[in-house]
């Protein structure tokens, strides 16, 4: 027998391809082998930029004697929770239920027949922390799988049930209302760290989704708690070692409450998130702060994310070489007062140290520091923090990078899209949306069959053989809309419906409205994944409802409408109970509440000054999820455009709402006044 993982897509997959052990990737002839051998599977979930997954694959898995054990008495599955978010969502609802936490690597013992019966996350190669070792918990589940194997299947069996028991309590299919979302600011507002911005303890997340309520929210009422919290919670992570300080882009999280030392891998799905966040500030407040971040954070994401394909990468490691041939988390980003003295001298080396935080002791490991930006009394020399700034920056390219996981992830490049899209049309960056469109290209070429049926991943221009999920829908069909509103291009809200067709179609349940994350003809797992909650990304449930309601807007279509309203009653149970967990379904309800606000900009050539003027102020409006069309008059590519005629023969604006036109205007002044809230 053999390690099978050799010819996979998944750079997560391929860091086990030389393990001794002889995993198979998650498919029906593993588990079919497994019943032909008698034997349980041990089902093994990670991903590759995280940490603990490296520690546990080099202290169990790379060890000879492990392997063999785990080669005779079980069937290994290992699987890349990114590539099959489903597999790792109903296997982590199992754990979650049983321990009350999960994480990950995950590990989880299966009989044949998929239906879990042990759980836990990472198991150390020796007993310590009250915790057994690995091979205590393999010759434990051996030794209950060989002499008590009746009761390890009434286990199973039970957890199964208890899972199918655990159907989402969805309320009605009902929006939220004024009262729901007035609940969700008074419960955020209660979590709202006011010392250090940011919700919660430690280990403290960057907020995005729950900040992007706060900015719609404050775009549509005018409350100014609102708005202070989403500002200052923006400035102290910028300020903060989560931000990196040189090259732009954030942090997965922070160790800390004062977002000091951050867990050092940098995701996709955060930076564009983030991205976007911060544009969306600027737009709010016209913060140079935001303006910068939103510019670094997308420059980073195309300088280090971009892959030859066009695609962006899902994440960089959190470890990497500290240049004595040790892998060490943060090695890549941290620095001593002697590192900053051997790259700029003694004396920028002090203005560096004070302006970024370096302190002798270190606010990080063995002495290094995290580069921060805290707030400072004097005035430094602009050109010369620049300076330093930029010695740094190619001091560091010389340092062993942290590894690229290259995987491209339909869902997280649609967030990316968006993201950059928008960001390039604020701030006058053609290349920004240029690379918006490159990547919505390749997801079109490469991703989408002849049904429009997304796949999920793919790897150096090669599609991976796994479906794309309810995100992957939602997340790129958000990413075609923001397209669409940007460049002027149809093709790209024709994109957009293709796909929230496949979501109305495939992943709603007809009766109540509700969604799913598989479609009803993808593969069967022991339950079908359903999770309406926002963590590290919007959920498929809020981030399709979000969709749906744009896409609406732009075409009229009451179905589409429809489905984005049942969908956000989730939102109406939900939201005022745990808000910092359904953000977007927040954000897509106050898009709701404010009509959305539907702008048909026409002009007699999308390359008109005067039109270019309208369709950016369009753009610009802080109305909560306002759609914009721009395109001459007698273009069939959107809907709005249809009869809109030049008054006076001069570009005009047309601002719609509920079913209702305003006048239309000529100007940019009046068009601004009409899109505030």
């Not at 394909?309 to 490691?317: I, P, Q, V």
């Not at 599609?463 to 669409?484: H, K, Q, R, T």
């Not at 039109?611 to 759609?627: C, K, M, N, S």
């Amino acid at each position: 027998m053999a390690n099978r993982l050799a010819h996979e897509t998944s750079p997560y997959l391929l860091q086990h391809a030389d393990n001794p052990v002889d995993w198979w990737p998650w498919s029906a002839e593993a588990f079919e082998e497994a019943r032909r051998r008698g034997v349980p599977v041990l089902l093994s979930v990670g991903y590759s930029s995280c940490h603990w997954c490296h520690v546990m694959a080099h202290e169990s898995f790379e060890d000879r004697a492990t392997a063999d054990y785990l080669n005779e008495h079980f069937l290994s599955v290992k699987v890349d929770r990114e590539e099959r978010p489903d597999v790792d969502a109903v296997y982590m609802e199992a754990v979650q239920a049983a321990t009350g936490q999960g994480g990950w690597p995950m590990t989880v013992f299966l009989t044949p027949d998929a239906e879990p019966f042990y759980f836990g996350t990472y198991f150390p190669p020796a007993p310590r922390h009250g915790m057994p070792s690995f091979r205590q918990v393999l010759e434990g589940v051996h030794q209950a799988w060989t002499d008590r194997r009746e009761e390890v299947a009434e286990v199973a069996g039970k957890i199964v049930r208890d899972l199918a028991g655990r159907e989402i309590s969805y309320g009605d299919s009902l929006a939220p209302g004024e009262e729901q979302l007035g609940q969700a600011l008074l419960g955020l507002t209660r979590e709202y760290d006011p010392q250090r911005g940011g919700f919660g303890g430690a280990p403290k997340f960057p907020p995005s989704m729950v900040i992007e309520f706060l900015l719609r929210h404050h775009a549509r009422t005018g409350a100014e708690g609102a708005l202070e919290m989403a500002r200052d919670t923006c400035e102290r992570m910028a300020r903060g070692g989560i931000y990196d300080q040189l090259g732009g882009g954030f942090a997965r999280y922070s160790v800390d409450r004062d977002w000091v030392v951050p867990h050092f891998e940098k995701m996709l799905y955060d930076n564009a998130l983030l991205c976007r966040v911060y544009a969306h500030l600027w737009r709010s407040t016209g913060s140079e702060l935001a303006r910068r971040v939103a510019l670094e954070t997308a420059d980073f994401m195309v300088r280090e994310l971009r892959t030859a394909e066009g695609g962006f990468a899902s994440a960089l490691d959190a470890d990497s070489d500290d240049g004595t041939g040790r892998h060490v988390e943060g090695a890549y980003y941290v620095w001593t007062p002697e590192q900053l003295t051997e790259v700029l001298g003694a004396e920028d080396a002090q203005i560096a140290a004070h302006y970024f935080g370096v302190t002798e002791e270190g606010t990080f490991e063995e002495g290094a520091s995290v580069l921060q930006l805290p707030q400072h009394e004097g005035v430094f020399d602009a050109e010369r923090i620049a300076s330093v700034k930029r010695r740094l920056f190619q001091a560091r390219a010389s340092r062993p990078a942290p590894g690229r996981d290259d995987k491209v992830v339909a869902a997280w490049n649609g967030l990316a899209i968006a993201a950059l899209a928008e960001t390039g049309a604020y701030f006058g960056r053609p290349d920004l949306v240029e690379a918006a469109l490159a990547a919505a290209d390749l997801l079109v070429r490469l991703h989408l069959d002849d049904q429009a049926r997304l796949a999920r991943t793919s790897k150096d221009g090669q599609i991976g053989a796994n479906a794309g999920v309810l995100e992957d829908y939602a997340d790129v069909a958000e990413g075609f809309l923001a397209l669409a509103s940007v460049t002027g291009e149809g093709v790209w809200l024709e994109f957009s419906g293709f796909l929230l067709d496949h979501v109305l179609a495939r992943f709603t349940d007809p009766g109540s409205g509700a969604l799913y994350d598989t479609a009803a003809d993808a593969e069967q797992l022991i339950r079908r994944p359903q999770d309406p909650t926002d963590n590290a990304t919007p959920s498929g449930w809020s981030a399709a409802a979000g969709a749906l309601l744009s896409y609406a807007a732009h075409t009229g279509s009451e179905p589409h409408r429809t489905a984005a309203e049942r969908a956000l009653g989730v939102v109406k149970a939900l939201g005022p109970r745990v808000p910092r967990f359904i953000g977007w379904g927040l954000a897509v309800a106050e898009a709701l509440l404010d009509g959305p606000r539907e702008v048909a900009v026409a002009g007699p050539s999308v390359d008109d000054t005067a039109t270019g003027e309208l369709h950016r102020t369009a753009l610009l409006a802080p109305a909560p999820g306002a759609v914009v069309a721009c395109g001459t008059p007698d273009s069939d590519e959107f809907p709005l455009l249809a009869d809109r005629v030049l008054v006076g023969g001069a570009p005009t604006a047309y601002v719609c709402r509920g079913f209702v036109c305003d006048m239309p205007v000529t100007d940019a002044a009046g068009l601004r006044e009409k899109l505030t809230p």
